[in-house]
């Protein structure tokens, strides 16, 4: 039987020109610098490693959700959704672009509205001019429901844009990095449909609103709540949310402070489902968590509905 020559030097498996004399721990093939993978105890080669994460349990947060999270994809991805609309809205609006930017409420600081928010900015109602008389029109009572979801993704000129997302990255990202992914997309989107729902209960017809504010004060409450769960202190984010209260009330004719009230509600409940659910029980509680608010929410929604009065009559 021959031999190898006693002088052979071994190369990697996977880039031959390569001279090696690092093994795989697992497998016991050469592997090369960019091939290798620091182990617990000596280094693994690609195949490895990866048939190694099919049967290794992934890394969970306090809250059962994935460490993903701690990257802030959904939070980026939410923010360019909302640049992206207002975009949009902007190219609707034509010659009338500026108006988008600016030139309305608060001395100019607003927004006025565009195309895009004449289709999905939240109108209760309408009611005739003056009067009380119901309107048919491109209302939530009229069964435009989607103005609920739409409206959070709306904004009313770049100050509103800029202010609300700043607040989304702020808070945002400490949220998703302590719920995961998934747990803080149903949190946003259910924050916003809660201020949405108050808006529909307690506006005046007539106005419509946008914003994704219902879904920020959302993410207020359910920051204060999971860093109570962490006994984390809270002290740094009560005095902001006591001035975004402070400036809802005192400019109420240009902030809706139904949606702010609505999400910070909102936030608070799922938060608390989502924290202080059993270990053992979490992802089931978490989920009727979910669909509970839902369902509260769509029987607040129907419970306004029953309240509009009809196409024709005196309100």
């Given at each position: 039987m021959t031999q190898p020559p006693a002088n052979v030097v071994p190369v990697c498996y996977r880039h031959t020109d390569r001279e090696t004399y690092v093994r795989c721990t697992r497998c016991d093939r050469p592997i090369c610098p960019d091939c290798m993978t620091e182990a617990s105890v000596g280094f693994q080669c690609p195949e490895c490693v990866r048939e190694g994460g099919k049967t290794q349990r992934q890394a969970r947060t306090a809250f059962g959700g994935s460490q993903a999270g701690a990257a802030g994809t959904v939070t980026i991805t939410l923010i360019v959704i909302n640049v992206l609309v207002f975009i949009i809205g902007i190219i609707s609006a034509g010659r009338q672009a500026a108006d988008g930017l600016g030139g309305g409420g608060l001395g100019g600081l607003l927004g006025g509205s565009t195309p895009?928010?004449?289709f999905g900015a939240e109108v209760p109602y309408f009611t005739a001019r003056g009067s009380g008389v119901r309107l048919a029109g491109d209302s939530v009572a009229d069964g435009d429901w989607y103005q609920l979801f739409t409206a959070m993704f709306l904004h009313y000129g770049l100050l509103h844009l800029a202010m609300n997302m700043w607040a989304l990255w702020i808070l945002g990202r400490p949220l998703e990095a302590a719920l995961g992914r998934v747990r803080f997309l149903?949190?946003?989107?259910?924050?916003?449909?809660?201020?949405?729902?108050?808006?529909?209960?307690?506006?005046?017809?007539?106005?419509?609103?946008?914003?994704?504010?219902?879904?920020?004060?959302?993410?207020?409450?359910?920051?204060?709540?999971?860093l109570r769960k962490?006994?984390?202190?809270?002290?740094?984010?009560?005095?902001?949310?006591?001035?975004?209260?402070?400036?809802?009330?005192?400019?109420?004719?240009?902030?809706?402070?139904?949606?702010?009230?609505?999400?910070?509600?909102?936030?608070?409940?799922?938060?608390?489902?989502?924290a202080y659910a059993p270990p053992k029980q979490r992802t089931p509680i978490q989920v009727a968590t979910v669909l509970g608010t839902l369902l509260l929410l769509g029987i607040l929604l129907g419970v306004g509905l029953a309240n509009v009065p009809a196409v024709g009559t005196a309100a």
């Open positions: 895009l928010h004449d149903a949190l946003y989107l259910l924050c916003g449909l809660g201020g949405g729902v108050l808006v529909f209960l307690l506006s005046a017809p007539n106005v419509p609103s946008a914003g994704a504010s219902g879904a920020i004060f959302g993410m207020f409450s359910a920051l204060i709540v999971v962490m006994k984390l202190s809270v002290a740094s984010i009560i005095p902001v949310l006591i001035f975004n209260l402070v400036v809802t009330f005192s400019f109420s004719g240009y902030i809706s402070w139904q949606a702010h009230v609505g999400g910070l509600i909102t936030g608070a409940i799922v938060a608390a489902g989502f």
